[in-house]
């Protein structure tokens, strides 16, 4: 079992940043795909971006894609998604998860661990 824990959340004015951590414990992290996803109210979990094991491949939605960036450190067992250039709908609760897959996906039901999520807030 995997488990994941985020933090760096919180409440940030549009044009902001901040970054998100997810520290992994229990198994061998580097074996994992691992990606960030968001739900914002009322609607579905999207994906965010994604980053291979060795951090060679990553992938990122259109909406994020020039502000984000997914980093990792395998010694670390961490993975990090730096946001910059913050806008209100990016509002929402960010998952980190994790996947034994070898090609990154970016549909939820292909993630086996999830952590309970962090709060991110963008005021305009």
């Known amino acids: 079992q995997l488990q994941l824990v985020e933090s760096g959340g919180g409440l940030v004015q549009a044009g902001g940043s901040l970054r998100l951590s997810c520290a992994a414990s229990g198994r061998t992290f580097s074996r994992y795909l691992m990606a960030w996803f968001r739900q914002a109210p009322g609607k579905e979990r999207e994906f965010v971006s994604a980053i291979s094991w060795i951090g060679g491949r990553t992938l990122y939605a259109d909406s994020v894609k020039g502000r984000f960036t997914i980093s990792r450190d395998n010694a670390k067992n961490t993975v990090w998604l730096q946001m910059n250039s913050l806008k209100p709908e990016d509002t929402a609760v960010y998952y980190c998860?994790?996947?034994?897959?070898?090609?990154?996906?970016?549909?939820?039901?292909?993630?086996?661990?999830w952590g309970q999520g962090t709060q991110v807030t963008v005021s305009s």
């Open positions: 998860a994790a996947s034994e897959a070898i090609v990154i996906f970016t549909t939820t039901s292909r993630y086996d661990y």
